[in-house]
């Protein structure tokens, strides 16, 4: 399948613009640090491949340089040392910016929003991606989507939790928009990037913590020091990463060579899905035999986190009128394709 993803990323890329030859590539020496490691599956290792490709693709004249969180700059400033300049391009999950840029939490993941699917619509057919650039260019930041997964996990806790009331005190690890909302319902809410979560859960630092998929949370070993594993992810119905590139550089680009980059994150988007998809069964299965009950969110749990979620939207969209323009836009999207999912698709538990 890799084979075949390449030969398209190229194929697709040289019909981008045009037919690229050569000469019309620039030669493209960046540093990319990231807010994730590389050895997180479909959640840090898009941008290496993505890297690849483009090497690949350009007979080596695009060559960027991945580097681990905090190995270049620190993981959750990739937003501003792109916009800054000091470094031409970074790859992060957006919304770690949530206090600079409110809207930017609505690229990277939305409560009760759309899932990656639906999302990858609504950036490429229904404005998303034009309303993505007209927020982060007065930052000097040119993003591109470059890869999304799917539902992450509603969290880790290390005692269970039935009702609304046991969230209230609670110290928990959430980020953007849902942290918010795990606010509003009483939580103690704290930012920590994914390396330093295992720790704050096995010293009692956090009673609990959502960070991403299966695969990803066994990697970091959450299993280990908590044994309740809550879903679906409602806040994170799709999770969504993006190349930031400084906008300075992104100018200086021929349009063949931008065409190239632009296209191969299109492939990394697809990649990143395919491989979220392929891989959270068997994780389950073996969070499973390693002692972890698997918990759905309470129907109790999910009206408090879906009422708290209406509160939080409508205070943002007070707040910040690019938050409410953009918010509105996929409300209005979700809302068009609601009677297509819901006739289009197989129920959810229909058994197969």
């Not at 990319?32 to 004249?61: C, E, H, K, Y």
């Not at 999770?239 to 299109?266: F, G, H, M, R």
């Not at 998809?277 to 698997?294: D, N, R, S």
């Not at 986190?305 to 690019?322: I, W």
Request: glycine share 10%.
């Amino acid at each position: 399948m890799k084979k075949y993803v390449t030969a398209a990323t190229v194929a697709l890329a040289l019909n981008a613009g045009g037919i690229a030859h050569a000469q019309e590539i620039d030669t493209v020496r960046w540093g990319i640090p990231m807010a994730f490691g590389s050895n997180l599956v479909a959640l840090g290792d898009t941008m290496p491949w993505v890297a690849q490709q483009l090497d690949r693709a350009s007979g080596g004249r695009i060559k960027l340089q991945v580097f681990e969180p905090g190995k270049l700059v620190p993981a959750l400033a990739v937003f501003d040392s792109v916009s800054q300049g000091k470094v031409e391009a970074g790859y992060t999950w957006m919304g770690y910016e949530i206090g600079k840029l409110p809207a930017s939490a609505l690229f990277g993941a939305v409560p009760f929003g759309m899932e990656s699917p639906m999302f990858s619509a609504w950036m490429y057919f229904g404005g998303g991606d034009q309303l993505l650039k007209e927020l982060y260019k007065p930052h000097k930041v040119h993003p591109i989507f470059c890869g999304t997964i799917s539902p992450e996990a509603a969290g880790w806790f290390r005692k269970e939790i039935t009702k609304p009331d046991e969230i209230k005190g609670l110290k928990f690890r959430a980020a953007g928009l849902g942290g918010k909302v795990y606010q509003k319902v009483g939580a103690s809410v704290t930012m920590l990037p994914g390396g330093e979560l295992f720790q704050a859960l096995e010293k009692g630092v956090l009673d609990g913590t959502e960070f991403s998929l299966p695969t990803v949370d066994d990697q970091l070993g959450f299993h280990k020091v908590a044994k309740f594993y809550y879903l679906p992810g409602w806040h994170q119905p799709s999770t969504n990463q993006y190349l930031y590139v400084n906008l300075d550089q992104w100018s200086k680009l021929k349009p063949a060579t931008q065409a190239l980059i632009e296209t191969t994150c299109t492939a990394g988007v697809a990649i990143s899905l395919a491989k979220a998809e392929a891989l959270q069964g068997t994780t389950l299965e073996k969070f499973e035999k390693e002692g972890v009950k698997a918990v759905k969110v309470s129907p109790e749990l999910l009206a408090a986190f879906k009422k708290a979620t209406d509160e939080v939207m409508a205070e943002e969209s007070a707040k910040d009128a690019m938050f409410k323009k953009v918010y509105d836009s996929q409300r209005s999207f979700q809302k068009q394709n609601s009677k297509w999912h819901d006739f289009g698709y197989l129920p959810r538990d229909f058994k197969h």
